[in-house]
């Protein structure tokens, strides 16, 4: 079983209705349930997933195909006691051009989480193994990093590492729902970030390692696509970063949190942190006493990614990078 990753709420906007006001002073005005999304609703999720990416198959970043950029700068952010394995099989297939890769081998998933571990992705944002995740599947450390990476003869492997978190917020915090972490694995393919903010209705796709809901494999499920529906800008507070709050109605299940969020050049606009529903008032209600309603409506579904000012995450990596040097202990 995985837990917290990513993060599931359900909400209600406040409306000014006279009967409900004793009740909106106890409860507020939204209601954040954290916990597994009902198992029907993250199959209706999940069937939804491959729906979505229509369009996206031919797209090539750099002259490598987006499905290949997103499998290898998206690892595994997982407690240090799971279960985990991968098999990779056979030879690297050939496109249609008749050339062969690395990214077209084939592997297969094996896997057990128990309750209290935790499992997510992130996106490797410098080669040397400097990774950008959702804060709350690292808080609980020991934890590791799983990347898929190449040997000296350019065959690909997956190797497992210890993590460290160069920076984390201070005090949990649903708007700051980010952390830099660093393993010592690499040379890692590094997405390249964005340089301009996203817009409302741009095209997104977004990768994780949906690992609760399908059999896990080298194919397009661990992938979906989707718009953006808002942008937000936050303005620094203290020592959390300014950072772009973007969401969109990518399908994302449990095992997605911290996976990147790129747009159609395949530039990085930020990592998934939660998904919600917005409810009726029945279901609202029927939700603070505990009792979500298994089948939620897709239609009211969303997500939520977060991207910090691009020059400070420079400068904490760059900050961390001469605080390490020459340091053997550093992960």
């Not at 240090?80 to 990779?88: K, Q, R, V, W």
């Not at 903010?197 to 990768?207: C, K, S, V, Y």
């Given at each position: 079983m995985i837990d917290k990753a990513p993060e599931f709420a359900v909400s209600r906007p406040c409306f000014g209705i006279t009967a409900l006001i004793a009740l909106l002073l106890l409860s507020g005005c939204e209601v954040q349930l954290r916990g597994e999304i009902p198992e029907p609703t993250?199959?209706?999720?999940t069937e939804r997933r491959?729906?979505?990416?229509?369009?996206?198959?031919p797209v090539v970043v750099d002259g490598t195909t987006l499905r290949s950029v997103l499998d290898r700068a998206t690892p595994i952010i997982v407690s240090?006691?799971?279960?985990?394995?991968?098999?990779?099989a056979g030879a690297p297939e050939s496109d249609e051009k008749g050339e062969s890769g690395p990214e077209t081998w084939k592997f297969t998933f094996h896997w057990e989480i128990k309750t209290g571990e935790t499992l997510g992705a992130a996106a490797v944002v410098a080669d040397d193994g400097y990774i950008l995740t959702a804060a709350h599947v690292v808080d609980e450390p020991p934890i590791d990093l799983i990347a898929l990476v190449e040997?000296?003869?350019?065959d690909p492997h997956f190797l497992r590492s210890p993590v460290r978190v160069v920076w984390a917020p201070d005090a949990r915090s649903s708007e700051i729902d980010l952390a830099?972490?660093?393993?010592?694995?690499?040379?890692?393919?590094a997405f390249r970030l964005a340089d301009k903010?996203?817009?409302?209705?741009?095209?997104?796709?977004?990768?994780g390692w949906p690992v609760?809901?399908?059999?896990?494999?080298?194919?397009?499920?661990?992938l979906s696509a989707g718009r953006v529906l808002s942008v937000t800008e936050r303005d620094a507070e203290g020592l959390s970063p300014a950072v772009t709050i973007l969401h969109h109605d990518a399908p994302i299940v449990h095992g997605d949190s911290g996976g990147p969020v790129l747009d159609a050049k395949g530039y990085l606009l930020g990592v998934n942190s939660t998904f919600s529903f917005d409810l009726n008032w029945l279901e609202w209600f029927a939700a603070i006493l505990g009792r979500v309603p298994s089948q939620l409506d897709l239609d009211k579904y969303s997500a939520k990614a977060i991207m910090p000012d691009p020059e400070w995450l420079r400068e904490v990596i760059e900050n961390d990078r001469r605080l390490t040097a020459?340091?053997?202990?550093?992960?």
């Open positions: 993250a199959q209706a999720l491959g729906k979505t990416l229509d369009g996206w198959e240090s006691t799971a279960d985990i394995s991968f098999e990779l040997n000296d003869d350019g830099v972490v660093h393993a010592s694995v690499g040379p890692l393919e903010t996203a817009e409302t209705d741009d095209r997104i796709i977004t990768g609760t809901n399908m059999p896990l494999e080298s194919d397009w499920s661990r020459g340091n053997p202990d550093s992960p």
